[in-house]
T-cell receptor
Framework: DSGVTQTPKHLITATGQRVTLRCSPRSGDLSVYWYQQSLDQGLQFLIQYYNGEERAKGNILERFSAQQFPDLHSELNLSSLELGDSALYFC????????????FGSGTRLTVV | EDQVTQSPEALRLQEGESSSLNCSYTVSGLRGLFWYRQDPGKGPEFLFTLYSAGEEKEKERLKATLTKKESFLHITAPKPEDSATYLCAVNHQEKLVFGTGTRLLVSP
């Protein structure tokens, strides 16, 4: 157990739907990062939050959004889902920015049918 | 654009057959190079961080080294349980940029 908790582990939904992925960071970590991993693209950075504020954005689609709450848990919202959004979504956390590496959760596998 | 390239894409070894994985990077002002291990369907697991050329880190059968342009992950006398994908990443603007990984399979 890495200390980073992601729910749900698996999600199957239809095209056009909206889903929410949840992440609880490791205790004491203020930064949360979201990554998408698909077979042909590897790990792609989506977005970072630090203590409730957005810090950095990657190639995140406009259909996707995220937030970090006062208790530091984070949610990634994916809407108007397309088949190509099927992937593993990972959350990671760190205490001092990325200079010390991240701790990853076990991921949410999203399948869009 | 900073880039991380890993080679080979896949590597098959016999148990006990040592080898090295390569990670080359282009980044201005390296602020850390990271190695992770990822098992199928699981999250990446942190292995090492290297910060400056000449630095080396070791853990069991794994040893990571760093030069100004690349890093190597040396695997000595691997066992089947070392089979996994090994990911390299660099710190770029406070986020980690990952390579696509090397899939390692160690056969008994």
């Amino acid at each position: 157990d890495s200390g980073v908790t992601q729910t749900p582990k698996h999600l199957i939904t239809a095209t056009g739907q909206r889903v929410t992925l949840r992440c609880s960071p490791r205790s004491g970590d203020l930064s949360v990062y979201w990554y998408q991993q698909s077979l042909d693209q590897g790990l792609q950075f989506l977005i970072q939050y630090y203590n409730g504020e957005e810090r950095a954005k990657g190639n995140i689609l406009e259909r996707f959004s995220a937030q970090q709450f006062p208790d530091l848990h984070s949610e990634l919202n994916l809407s108007s889902l397309e088949l190509g959004d099927s992937a593993l979504y990972f959350c990671a956390s760190s205490s001092q920015g990325s200079g010390h590496g991240y701790t990853f959760g076990s991921g949410t596998r999203l399948t869009v049918v | 654009e900073d880039q991380v390239t890993q080679s080979p894409e896949a590597l098959r070894l016999q148990e006990g057959e040592s080898s090295s994985l390569n990670c080359s990077y282009t980044v201005s002002g390296l602020r850390g190079l990271f190695w992770y291990r990822q098992d199928p369907g699981k999250g990446p697991e942190f292995l090492f961080t290297l910060y400056s050329a000449g630095e080396e880190k070791e853990k069991e059968r794994l040893k990571a080294t760093l030069t100004k342009k690349e890093s190597f992950l040396h695997i000595t006398a691997p066992k089947p349980e070392d089979s996994a994908t090994y990911l390299c990443a660099v710190n770029h603007q406070e986020k980690l940029v990952f390579g696509t990984g090397t899939r390692l399979l160690v056969s008994p």
